[in-house]
């Protein structure tokens, strides 16, 4: 991919987030130029690992804080394999057992629906 290639394709990861691209530093802004952006899927399962958790152990965890109990180790692999993309309320959740930015997640997420669409 040119570098062009690669800034139209952050410009519409950020448009989907309703992130502005003149919004990031310029810093952030050439290293995303560089490196593409995480999918979700991918970003789920290196954390998951980081935090010692089995996926029944995050789908625990996620029932737990949100008090809803619908979540399943299988949701959490299909997650993980980009079969699924997991929406809004689910990605809250992620971010505070995994202590992560929601802006991050959300911008995986986008990269995550690009992907699956390509």
Not at 43 to 49: A, F, H, K, Y
Not at 106 to 115: N, P
């Given at each position: 991919?040119?570098?062009?290639?690669?800034i139209?394709?952050f410009?519409e990861a950020?448009l989907?987030t309703?992130?502005?691209?003149?919004?990031?530093?310029q810093?952030t802004?050439?290293k995303?130029?560089?490196e593409?952006?995480?999918?979700?899927?991918?970003?789920?399962?290196?954390?998951?690992?980081?935090?010692?958790l089995?996926q029944c152990?995050?789908?625990g965890?996620?029932?737990d804080a949100?008090?809803?109990s619908?979540?399943t180790?299988e949701?959490?692999?299909?997650?993980?394999?980009?079969?699924?993309?997991?929406?809004?309320?689910?990605?809250?959740?992620?971010?505070?057992?995994?202590?992560?930015p929601?802006?991050?997640v959300?911008?995986?997420?986008?990269?995550?629906?690009?992907?699956r669409?390509?």
């Open positions: 991919m040119t570098a062009d290639g690669k139209a394709y410009r950020r989907m309703g992130q502005k691209v003149s919004d990031v530093p810093q802004a050439r995303e130029v560089d593409p952006p995480e999918s979700l899927c991918t970003m789920l399962r290196e954390l998951r690992s980081r935090h010692g089995s152990g995050l789908a965890q996620l029932n949100s008090g809803n619908s979540i180790r949701n959490i692999s299909r997650w993980e394999r980009g079969k699924r993309i997991p929406g809004p309320y689910w990605r809250k959740w992620l971010c505070a057992v995994l202590d992560l929601q802006q991050d959300d911008l995986a997420a986008a990269v995550a629906r690009r992907t669409r390509a």
